[in-house]
């Protein structure tokens, strides 16, 4: 993985040192909270319902043990020991004190971590498919082109007060693990006709307000141009995107306004004007930074202890059914952790859990851990002749649970438990999903089923690309949560549809109850999963689940 050099370390060390000075001026009253919020805000410190939050920035969702090591001490020394793995492969801190958020942030400077770009109108935090590096399916490594983005979008002049926030998103697989469709730019490595690698560039989108599915700006851009047409992209967005309606200021509503073909024009003429500028420079960075991405040694050991211990241990086989995905090295598996007990807040995590998964990466995963976008935690590289030892300290720590895809693997926002723009709950209404669903035993019957849950229509749990999607909404001081249906974030990126009338806190959960319960009658066969039977027979049958009463009403 890419380690901090003297120039980031020193870049790093001075945001520290100019941002602890702001702390002190807002706290002697120096500075309003007006005049301090621009400046916090550039820091990744939000101000909350009940405290200020702090979102630290974990780049492509990649760290090591170290650095895990560090957001636990952080937990345990400033916050309340425990930290949340957050959609954007990020973690947040809920409790921190205004005076300790300099000390925090000089703690992950010294492990190469910082909380810069997680918030405000610039461009975030850079994600990546948490498989990368891994994946059997995969093209190439995304993370160098990852990391380049972050060298060059990190306090770029140009782009720190852009119209709205700006999301990039990349993947090295044929499987799109990174919902690049979702994204402002969406870069998705293929090949041409020559067998080079190079990108489909997607532009325009996003969720919230007004959902959209990106669309293709171009079918192939090689690598060596991946900068100065990204530079353009964002460039054209800057001066032609809205300033005068937040709720339209996201390039997914430029490109609506102005048209593909419009925008395809002006970043094609942008990108002709500054490419000599770039003049190989951004290739130059990529190769020395892939140096930092190359393979991890990999051991040749037999697997038949791996295979033996499956067919002794039920508990142990069903983990590695569920949490296991295949890896592009011979004998090695890729673990997810799943950070979604039943019962659980998703994405929570405490500081002895933190402990255990970095000392897992040290002892058999090549010291590298991923943060998975769904809220998980991921071991890129384990040997199969570890993985019993992996289960049975993953067991003892409370991280064993053996969902990862199912019902239960739920992503949810943490709502008006926290945020201050939420307007309803999210995490009770996941944890009474989890816990209903393992009481009938049915998960795993169920099969492969993504719901996603979010506490206001900025969308931060994803809904509208969840197969089952959660909205929830105030209504007259009420809570009521509305249900879209067949939403996808893979290469089939699809926006769910909504079903009809939102249901109230006590409602909710029996609608998806019978919900699924439905699904199980109405699939073809037992390999049918529920976003494949959606589309098979269409919303009529799937609303007509949740709403019994109208379907008999119609009926008679």
Known sequence: MYIYNDFDEKFVRNRVAEFRGQVDRRIDGSLTEDEFK?????????LQLHAYMLRVAVPYGTLNSAQMDKLAYIADRWDKGYGHFTTRQNIQYNWPELRDVPDMLSALADVGMHAIQTSGNTIRNVTADHFAGAAADEIEDPRPTAELLRQWSTDHPEFQFLPRKFKIAVTGAKADRAVTRAHDIGLRMVRNDAGEAGFEVIVGGGLGRTPMVGKILRTFLPKS???????????????LGRRDNKYKARIKITVHENGLEKIQELVESRFAQIRPEFSGIDAHLLSQ????????????????????????????????????????ADGYAVVSISIKKHGATPGDATSDQMRVMANLARKYGHDELRISHEQNVILPHVHKSDLLAIYSELRAADLATANIGLISDIIACPGMDYCALATARSIPVAQEIATRF???????????????????????GHHHVGH??????????????????GGDGTETTTIGERAGPGFGADDIVPAIERLVLGYLNLRDNADETFLAAYRRLGAEPFVALLYPEKAAKNAA
């Open 38 to 46: 621009p400046l916090r805000l550039m820091n990744g410190l939000y």
């Open 438 to 460: 393992d009481a009938l035993k049915l998960e795993h019957e169920i099969g492969p089923l993504k719901i996603k849950i979010s506490g206001c229509i900025n969308a931060c």
């Open 289 to 328: 930074i892939e140096q930092s991405f190359a393979a991890p040694t990999y051991v040749v050991n037999s697997t038949n202890g791996f295979e033996a211990a499956r067919l002794a241990n039920p508990a142990f086989r069903s983990w590695t059914d569920t949490n296991l995905s295949d890896h592009k």
């Open 468 to 485: 089952i999607g959660i909205l929830g909404l105030d209504r007259a001081g009420v809570e009521n949560y509305q249900i879209t249906l």
């Open 225 to 239: 141009d991946l900068l100065p047409y990204c530079e353009a992209i964002v460039s054209v967005y800057n001066l």
